[in-house]
């Protein structure tokens, strides 16, 4: 256990659906984190939550919609996504402004 | 852009011997430089940090070196075991909530 639980572990979706990508973590952090995880990629930072604030990143497509209801859980919605969108998808937390984070263990998202 | 590079893709080496794994970066901002370990089907867990106002951080076996002013880190595993068999990422960071990573570089330690 980790601290960072993803849920779901696995999805698969269609292009057309709307999916959720759930994390949460009880370790006391403030800031959250979506990465994506290509293959033979660097891990691509998607969205900072500092103090539940967003800190927006502009080169993310809007069919990606993050959430963060509160400092202990974050969301990532999905719809109308590309195959290419295939990849891990990795939520970390971290005190704010503290360069060690926590991982969760990804979501795996195949789209077909 | 690439920040953080790691130019090799895979490393082998064999039981008992040193790895040793690399990483550039392109950013003067960086101040702190951390190494992830990544299992298949597990997020990264965190394994040696050093802070820019060092050049040399160790633990237990795994040691990490910082030079400056050719923008380079690495990673020194002695000696190597076979449960060391990972990805390694580099990350680095400018103080902010921005962490940039590597795209990894995959250990395998032969028995």
């Known amino acids: 256990e980790t601290g960072v639980t993803q849920t779901p572990r696995h999805l698969v979706m269609g292009m057309t659906n709307k999916k959720s990508l759930k994390c949460e973590q009880h370790?006391?952090?403030?800031?959250m984190y979506w990465y994506k995880q290509s293959a033979k990629k660097p891990l691509e930072l998607m969205f900072v939550y500092s103090l539940e604030e967003r800190v927006e990143n502009n080169s993310v497509p809007s069919r990606f919609s993050p959430e963060c209801p509160n400092s202990s859980h974050l969301f990532l919605h999905l719809h109308t996504l590309q195959p290419e969108d295939s990849a891990l998808y990795l939520c970390?937390?971290?005190?704010?402004?503290?360069?060690?984070?926590?991982f969760g263990s990804g979501t795996r998202l195949t789209v077909v | 852009d690439q920040q953080v590079k790691q130019n090799s893709p895979s490393l082998s080496v064999q039981e008992g011997r040193i790895s040793i794994l690399n990483c550039d970066y392109t950013?003067?901002?960086?101040?702190?430089f951390l190494w992830y370990k990544k299992y298949p089907a597990e997020g990264p867990t965190f394994l040696i940090s050093i802070s820019s106002i060092k050049d040399k951080n160790e633990d237990g076996r795994f040691t990490v070196f910082l030079n400056k002013s050719a923008k380079h880190l690495s990673l020194h595993i002695v000696p190597s075991q076979p449960g060391d068999s990972a990805v390694y990422f580099c990350a680095a960071s400018a103080g902010n909530n921005d962490m940039r990573f590597g795209a990894g570089t995959r250990l395998t330690v032969k028995p």
């Open positions: 950013n003067s901002m960086f101040d702190y």
């Open positions: 370790l006391g952090h403030n800031a």
């Open positions: 970390a937390s971290s005190r704010s402004g503290d360069s060690g984070y926590t």
